[in-house]
């Protein structure tokens, strides 16, 4: 007889309210650099609820915001990846600017599918 290990576990799935919490602090991250930071509390709130909506939605609607939220951690890492990248010069504020009213559209089109 030889020993098997136990079954590993299911992945639990995406998790909603964990892509949000990052996509805002992709958002703090790249205000920092553009040199405009503000207060999000209410970014763990909204992580809360987004999950608590996206439990709820019917199939076709998690699977969009799955691919939104995909795309959008995409794109925003490779912003931020671009903006780091200068080296020795200061990353330009206006791209910085830039990035983080996109990052917030995207936040806002996520936070509306589950609406």
């Known amino acids: 007889m030889t020993h098997q ?7 639990d799935g995406p998790d909603p309210g964990r892509q949000i919490a990052q996509l805002h602090e992709a958002l703090r991250l790249v205000e920092r650099i553009a040199g405009e930071p503000r207060a999000h509390y209410q970014a763990l709130d909204e992580a809360a609820r987004i999950s608590g909506a996206y439990a709820l939605a019917l199939p076709v609607v998690q699977r969009r915001f799955e691919t939104l939220a995909n795309e959008t951690a995409l794109w925003a890492a490779a912003g931020v990846e671009a903006l780091l990248a200068s080296g020795p010069v200061p990353p330009s504020r206006a791209a910085a600017n830039r990035l ?14 589950l609406d």
């Open 5 to 11: 290990a136990p079954p590993s576990p299911a992945a």
């Open 100 to 113: 983080a009213l996109q990052l917030e559209t995207a936040l806002d089109d996520l936070a509306a599918l």
